[in-house]
């Protein structure tokens, strides 16, 4: 597609669930990045994939995060056991990379999740 | 932590040109500026980006001062849909990472 998706754009969990949120990069993009927004807060980086290196995972907030980048296209980012503070805006990013990163990241759009 | 400061809000006339600033007093030499907005319930969309020259595209232009220690982003005729939040980045170009500060809330009024 022409830009970054993610999907749902919205999720409603009770506290507890695990839950599964995707994102779709721009095709030919080779970088992928996670972030999240709480409310009235900036953004946080949480994990960057690369090619085929290993993911820069250091963002992650705690062990029940945790994502995936399957065929160097489509990542998943899953939250297991969901906590009240983990309500945010779950931002997916992609880029080319080398000299052509200069062009900077495309973002989705996001997916709000809401742990009640 | 963010490299850079910007004022938390500001204001400008629709039709105006909007000068945003930004300081980045530590910045290295082989470090790039970079300029995102955040429409409210969006992620974040690219605008600019600059070494040391000035830059324009078809959203903006940038002005780096000579000693690269400031910067100012410049949208010159303003509308209601500019009202967003702004943010100055400092980055080395391998670097993946964005750190994003609180930016500059821009509202233009009408």
């Known amino acids: 597609g022409a830009g970054v998706s993610q999907s749902p754009s919205n999720k409603v969990t009770e506290k507890g669930k695990d839950v599964e949120l995707r994102c779709d990069p721009i095709s030919g993009h080779t970088a992928l990045y996670w972030y999240r927004q709480s409310l009235g807060q900036g953004l946080e980086f949480l994990i960057y994939f690369q090619g085929n290196s290993a993911p820069d995972k250091s963002g992650l907030p705690s062990d029940r995060f945790s994502a995936e980048r399957t065929g160097g296209s489509v990542s998943t980012l899953t939250i297991q056991r969901t906590q009240q503070e983990d309500s945010a805006v779950y931002l997916c990013?992609?880029?080319?990379?080398?000299?052509?990163?200069?062009?900077?990241?495309?973002f989705g759009s996001g997916t709000r999740l809401t742990v009640v | 932590d963010a490299k850079t400061t910007q004022p938390p809000s500001m204001d400008c006339a629709e039709g105006r040109a909007a000068n945003l600033p930004c300081n980045h007093s530590t910045i290295s030499g082989n470090e790039y500026v970079y300029w995102y907005r955040q429409i409210h319930s969006q992620g974040p969309q690219y605008i600019i980006h600059?070494?040391?020259n000035n830059e324009t595209n078809e959203m903006a232009s940038l002005i780096i001062t000579e000693d690269r220690k400031s910067s100012t982003l410049i949208l010159p005729h303003a509308t209601l849909r500019d009202t967003a939040v702004y943010y100055c980045i400092v980055r080395l170009r391998e670097d993946y990472k964005l750190t994003f500060g609180k930016g500059t809330l821009l509202t233009v009024n009408p």
């Open positions: 990013a992609s880029s080319l990379v080398g000299a052509l990163a200069n062009y900077g990241y495309t």
């Open positions: 600059g070494l040391k």
